[in-house]
């Protein structure tokens, strides 16, 4: 009896709603979005963030004049019911997700390391952004999207997109942008060169800052493969500290850790690759590494285009 | 680029469309209802069939005049990409799901050993019914449901929920359910009674009969279980037979072998249990086997019912 009442008051807790870890704009937007819908639904609700935001991200949140949401580290101690946006494999979420009921899930990636004891609601489609897909639940709801909200829901389509460059957008994705930038008041190519560039900002960052700006893990065969990016508009920014981060990729323990640096104008790649078995990396993307690095040419997505492959090569 | 062209070829196969083994009324026509929308949209769908038809749904393609989907042991030999609906789970699924591409899933169970490599869509809700999902999906895309179809999908409502009288039944289902009488110009309360009944005919059946009308396997902890349900207006017309079905349970390879017989007139359950541990099946409803057998009072759904409790006695 005493259980049951401590879960009724649990059952009162705000649902909390967040994105990955090492959140990008995308992550930390579609929380914000998917929270607003949740609570016109009658849902009390909550945006959280598994991370700081990323200096595109803040560009955003600054522009439309919306608080950052609240970090959290853990989610079991505040409540017992949460929602997903943005990812679903549990070695991107939080750290005590096991001991959550996870509710929702809106996602745009491959589904792989969830599972839940109880049915849900799982949105997911294979478009390029998550605020794609909560765009139409809104439609679909017949919600208002203020225009802040509209105003950062295009940021993150933008953001995943590379300003629809990416091999991930889709023609719902660029239509979804539009709609939003009209509510929003923005010129989608003016103000998302903005955004890019203002991730782009990498002078003052340390190899341990630039290989957690946007990293996720990944089991691939028996081994644990990290896979970081980082957006630039000189490749070269981030290849001046090759050597710190080598030594930085080193003390993380996965088998594999790869970074990607990504040249957003040209829509090329290069990436550094430290740990075993290198083999798989030269056969995934068909390239001979030269002092750990190799130029990937075209190659701007790490859904569509680094992990599919690796995993290929590691499987 | 022999592969290339090989791949094309292969992409212009059907795609398969299909619910899990052992189906039910739910899983044959989902199937059949998300086959017919798919093709609406474009898509070269076909629904196809893991395992014979039940009485009940023989029953409901019957009244409504539709053949039975064509009856499939592997898909892999004829289409590289397929869509499940009523299921996700491998170990509910063909036999070679993990060598074709899942493109789409339609289901209202949790999810669990259930993984892609790619993006797709996934449609989840904590529904009664697949069918109430797809009836959704039809208004999304303003698409028109035909007679025979809409009846098939009532069928669904009807047997997933026992005429709305099993906790999985939501306001949803209900309303879907009504909607689509109306469309199948039937009156649910009497077509449902009949179409419930045509399920429960089992004086004919064998242990071995009765064991695969509708069973799944659900890995728990380290156990693999095998929980079987039928339907009936008399308990007893299964339990005469009870030495042959234990001797049937024994034979199969399985931890734990769980048979719930379910009287679809008073909304009880009563479950015989083979295998060990049979503690945890004591403890999972807290119950004392006796003859290998208990009453569960209230007892009529697997999903709400009966495998969180075994799930969390076995974990």
């Known amino acids: 009896m ?8 649990f059952y009162m807790s705000n649902v909390l709603i967040f994105g990955h870890l090492n959140p ?7 929380a914000i979005s998917f929270a607003y819908l949740q609570k016109q639904l009658g849902v009390e609700a909550e945006a959280v963030a598994l991370g700081n935001v990323s200096e595109e991200t803040a560009f955003a949140l600054n522009y439309f004049n919306v608080a950052a949401p609240r970090l959290v580290e853990t989610v079991a101690n505040e409540t017992n019911q949460v929602m997903l946006v943005d990812h679903n494999e549990f070695q991107q979420s939080v750290s005590d997700i096991r001991d959550v009921e996870v509710l929702a899930v809106v996602d745009h990636h491959r589904i792989a390391n969830f599972e839940t004891a109880n049915p849900l609601y799982y949105r997911a489609e294979p478009v390029g952004c998550t605020n794609t897909i909560i765009l139409k639940m809104y439609k679909e709801q017949q919600i208002a999207i203020p225009k802040e909200i509209a105003g950062l829901m295009a940021s993150a389509i933008i953001s995943d997109s590379l300003l629809f460059k990416s091999p991930t957008c889709t023609q719902e994705d660029i239509a979804a942008a539009k709609e939003l930038a009209t509510i929003a008041e923005i010129d989608l190519e003016t103000y998302g ?75 090329d790649s290069v990436i550094l690759a430290v740990g075993e078995p290198i083999s798989a990396v030269e056969k995934a993307f068909d390239v001979t590494l030269e002092n750990n690095k190799a130029l990937l040419k075209g190659v701007v997505s790490r859904k569509k285009q680094v992990v599919p492959q690796l995993t290929e090569a590691l499987s």
Chains 1, 2 share one sequence.
């Open 24 to 30: 990008d704009t995308d992550a930390i937007t579609s």
């Open 2 to 9: 005493l259980l049951m009442n401590l879960k009724e008051i």
């Open 193 to 267: 060169l903005d955004l890019l560039k203002a991730g782009t900002n990498l002078a003052d960052k340390s190899a341990a800052d630039l290989l957690n700006m946007d990293a996720k893990s990944f089991p691939m065969g028996d081994k644990n493969v990290r896979i970081a990016q980082v957006n630039t508009v000189d490749i070269n920014d981030v290849f001046v500290k090759q050597a710190d981060l080598e030594a930085a990729m080193k003390k993380e323990d996965f088998d594999l850790f790869i970074l990607v640096v990504t040249n957003i104008l040209d829509s």
